[in-house]
């Protein structure tokens, strides 16, 4: 991710009001230089030797704010812990059943099946979800 994309967002946050604490500012730019889509602990586990005192209720109320700016995402997976991505692209994820590794892929939008769940059940479609599961490259490797 760009340095163009902290600065907008550092703009969405001031129009917010939001006031930007080196905490915050880490957090962000932790989320929008990983491709990892990351749960709390494992960025509680990056920042957290730089920032002794961020706990990850910190971290938490954080990636929540920035979610309600739209500036991130929250994935959720079932029970397991949910993960955040700074990518707001319209993009899928391919999800290693192995190691738990989340990749993005593009393709075109699933408009069409948006449309196709309309029209058969004359609902007003909002969104839809789709996750491809496999073994990622590294999984592959190690047997
Ligand atoms: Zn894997
Ligand atoms: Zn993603």
Known sequence: MSAEQIQTALKILKGAGVRMTPQRHAIL???MNTKSHPTVDEIYKSLGGKFPSMSVATIYNNLKMFK????????TYGDSSSR???????HYHVVCLKCGTIEDFYYSGLHQVEEEASTSTGFKVISHRMEVYGVCSDCQVQH
């Open 68 to 75: 309600d700016l739209d500036l991130v995402k929250e994935l």
């Open 84 to 90: 955040f991505d700074a990518n707001m692209e319209e």
């Open 29 to 31: 730019s932790y989320l």
